[in-house]
Structure formats: C-alpha cells, structure tokens
C-alpha cells in the first residue's frame, strides 16, 4: 500500500516539475521579447560604417527587387525571435515611374534618372520604397506578424547636407505597376494611387520630414528627423519610402547607405505574458492542498 501510494506520488511530483518548466518556458518567452534594433544596410560593406553586407544586395538597374538578411549578419533579428528580415524595394521618380536602382559605386542607393545616376536626385525627387517582411526560420516558412516597427535613423552620403533633405513616409496597401514587365515608363501604385511626389501625403498615413546634416563636408551622416514628431510605428503590411528634397537649386551627391528601424514584437509579448499568467495561476491551483 505503501509503495503505490509512494508512486501516486512521485508521478504527481514528476507532473508537477513537468508542468513547472513548461511554465517557466511560457515565461522566459514572454518576458524575452522586446525591442530590437534593425539595419538594413544599403551598402557594398566596405562604406558605411557598421555594415554587415557582404555585398551590394542590389544591382543595377534592379527596379522591383527582393534580398534576405539574417540573424547572422543583423544580430538585432534575433532579439525579436526572426532568423531572417526579406526586404523589398522598388526604386521611383518624381512622377511616380518606376526607375532603375545604382549602386552608386558601393556607397549606397542611387537612382537612374535625372541629372546624375550616381545619387539620388533632389530636382526630379527620386525615391525608393521598402516593405519588410521577418520569418522565425531561414526557409521563410512562418513570418512573425504583429510588429510594431519604427523609422530610428537614416544614413546618407550627402553634400551640403543643409537644404538637401530626405523626407520619410508610410502608407497601406498593395504595391501594383502598370504594366508587366516592370520598366522605366511603369507607373507605380500604392493602394491603387499613384506613388508620385504630389501623392506622398495622400498615400502615407505617417511621415517624417527634412532628415538632413548641418555639416557640408561630402561624408557618411546618421541623420534622424528635423521635423516634429518622427514615424514610430507602422506594421509588417506597411510600405516605407524614403525621397529626397531640395531647398535651394543644384543639385549634389546624396547616396542611402543604411536605414535603422525599432521593431517591437508588443503584440506577441503581450499575448504570451497572458498564456504565461493563466499558466502560472494554474501552477498556484496545482500544488495548493
């Protein structure tokens, strides 16, 4: 009698440490995601400080185009629970046509139109637009959703940075072309408007306006908003896009090096703080006597 009552309770002991870990596990999860830092470098790897290409991950010309990062390269993904960031761009002109992407001699994005392929034009108001994706594995088989993902900074090569700007903006929806294949003549759409420099406040539902250095020295500048307020939050379903502006005439080198994001998994934090709370509750059930 004894002996079977001495194994109801080592079971009920081998359940209770079972039911424990998990727990613990539930806990550790929650309370382990929080903000992460993200870049997303635009560079060859050798130019911007910090990068971690190994590679331009665009090519000329490219004017709808997808790459990968990992947690390997980007420690930041990690803190969130992703193993891999898929970025896609698309490179735009002032009158919302799709134009083709320069790696601007490995310093950073350029776009081919305008005066110079070599930089970003501020007199034809050339853009590039972003959309992120993250995924917990590297076969991109389950994305984290979610996110709430904040523009941080970004970093530019640029002269006479003063009255030459780069304004930030985030809208919803489908990204469409006019045609197929995509080329310099395509038009591009963002929820079905055209994704010109007229349009940029009717397609955006946040924005952050005049990123610029008041140094004039022709260098690299981490440059975060002059403007009032800043774009904190936009999900994963959301298209960021950055266009350059001039205040005075002429026309010099500005090249995107690198975009800094603050991604924060809340939601998901929040939902497993909640699963670890009634976990826990049942614990406190479970060895009352």
Do not use: C
Not at 60 to 73: G, I, L, S
């Amino acid at each position: 009698m004894n002996k079977s009552m001495d194994m109801i309770l080592s079971g009920r002991l081998l359940h209770r440490r079972a039911f424990l870990w998990v727990a613990v596990l539930f806990l550790a999860t929650a309370l382990g995601a929080h903000a992460a830092v993200v870049n997303v470098f635009l560079d060859d790897g050798a130019h911007v400080s910090g990068s971690s290409n190994s590679g331009t991950p665009y090519a000329n010309n490219d004017r709808d185009v997808t790459w990968d990062v990992t947690a390997t390269a980007e420690s930041g993904l990690a803190d969130i629970g992703a193993a891999v960031m898929s970025v896609r761009m698309v490179t735009v002109n002032v009158n919302g046509d799709s134009r083709g992407a320069n790696v601007a001699g490995g310093n950073g994005l350029a776009v081919v139109t305008g005066s110079n392929d070599l930089w970003f034009d501020g007199g034809t108001r050339e853009a590039a637009l972003f959309q992120f994706s993250f995924y917990s594995d590297l076969a991109k088989t389950t994305e984290i959703t979610g996110l709430d993902i904040g523009l941080q900074s970004i970093v530019s090569r640029v002269q006479t940075g003063t009255s030459k700007l780069a304004d930030a903006f985030v809208g919803s929806g489908a990204v469409s072309f006019s045609a197929s294949p995509v080329d310099n003549t395509t038009d591009v759409f963002l929820d079905g408007t055209l994704l010109s420099a007229a349009n940029d406040t009717a397609n955006s539902f946040d924005s952050a306006l005049g990123y610029k250095t008041t140094n004039d020295a022709l260098a690299f500048y981490t440059m975060t908003s002059a403007a009032v307020g800043s774009i904190d939050s936009f999900s994963e379903d959301d298209s960021l896009w950055i266009r350059r502006r001039n205040t005075t005439s002429g026309d010099v080198a500005y090249q995107l090096g690198n975009l800094s994001l603050n991604v924060v998994p809340e939601p998901v934090s929040l939902g497993l703080i909640g699963v670890a709370g009634v976990v826990l509750f049942g614990i406190r059930r479970f060895f009352r006597v």
